[in-house]
């Protein structure tokens, strides 16, 4: 038998569960109503400087304060992380003239963060306040504030960090994403700073993972040729790719003949061996550009379900072949 006290207990913990979500999701609206002047100067001062952004917190706010600093860096603003007792004890020497440091405690008045932040201000060093109150404590030690306002902690004891620190998170990121914007950072700069990974998989360049390259081991068959001619010049390939890219008389893409297709038309068609590619081949197949990213790929082969992407130059001219086991190699998709 079912335990119906098992059962009400599943349902309550899944309505207190989007309680929080509800109050997480509400903190982070709250922060937009708080938005104002400062938020633009902060991003004007970021994009301009010539040093680093170093940012700051303690606790939940500091794991929040290394979140940001990660995502500055990674988006084309160096950005580093500095402890603010350790700041106290030698570390202080990371901030130079130049550099911008932001600083997160909710409440304002974190002992170690108000210590550092009067100790910048003495050094003429610019600095920016994350916190819940423009009126707080590490405000007026501060150039600028950036405030997410008062919130009510998800916790059921409105103590545990969990609404604040996540309205936070979201206005650093709103932050770090405006200054980004701000240097006109790009998609090819974003795979510079992520060469490994998931993500640096998927910012590679296709022709950079091709095993398929026209003039190497791709043929290329003119669309007047019969099938049974361009059967033989596969026969010159050791290991032939699983479809075959049909030309025009200038070079031009303007068709595609896979393996499946002369499988099915052999059975049917006693004649195949004569007749014309042209009048075989999927014509006008759908193509990504040698400038495109894996990511293009791989959003291509999900929407088409096809197997082998030709890949052309601005001239529509093959470049190569992209078989999907390129990318399942590559381990941006998973086979089957």
């Known amino acids: 038998m079912n335990d119906p006290s098992a059962a009400q207990s599943q349902a309550s913990s899944l309505d207190f ?25 902060a991003v004007d001062a970021i994009a301009a400087c010539s040093g680093n952004v170093i940012v700051s917190g303690m606790g939940k706010s500091g794991i929040i304060a290394q979140k940001f600093s990660a995502t500055l860096a990674s988006t084309g603003t160096p950005s580093h992380y500095l402890h603010p007792s350790e700041a106290m004890h030698g570390d202080l020497g990371r901030i130079r003239l130049g550099d911008i440091v932001i600083l997160l405690s909710y409440s304002g008045s974190t002992d170690d963060v108000l210590s550092l932040a009067a100790l910048i201000r003495q050094d003429g060093v610019t600095a920016i306040a994350l916190c819940a109150r423009p009126d707080a404590h590490l405000a007026r030690l501060c150039d600028m504030t950036l405030a997410v306002g008062d919130v009510t902690e998800a916790c059921p004891h409105n103590l545990a960090p969990t609404a604040s620190t996540t309205a936070m998170l979201a206005l650093g990121d709103a932050l770090a994403m405006s200054v980004s914007r701000a240097r006109n950072f790009s998609a090819d700069d974003f795979r510079k700073r992520h060469p490994g990974g998931m993500l640096g998989r998927q910012m590679m360049n296709i022709t950079d993972v091709l ?99 030709p890949i052309v130059d601005t001239q529509a001219k093959p470049v190569g072949l992209l078989d999907v086991q390129d990318l399942i190699a590559l381990k941006v998709i998973e086979e089957g």
């Open 17 to 41: 569960a989007a309680g929080v979500l509800r109050a997480e999701a509400e903190a982070v609206e709250h922060v937009i109503q708080q938005l104002g002047p400062d938020f633009d100067r």
């Open 211 to 309: 095993r398929f390259r026209a003039g190497d081991n791709l043929p290329l068959i003119r669309e007047s040729a019969t099938v049974g001619q361009m059967l033989d010049q596969l026969d010159d390939y050791a290991r032939p790719p699983g479809a075959t890219l049909i030309i025009d008389d200038g070079g031009r893409l303007v068709g595609i003949v896979t393996d499946a297709d002369l499988r099915r038309r052999y059975r049917a068609d006693v004649d195949l061996l004569d007749r014309a590619v042209q009048s075989i081949m999927t014509a006008s197949p759908k193509v990504l550009a040698d400038s495109a990213l894996v990511r293009d790929a791989v959003q291509l082969v999900r929407e088409l379900r096809v197997d082998e992407i």
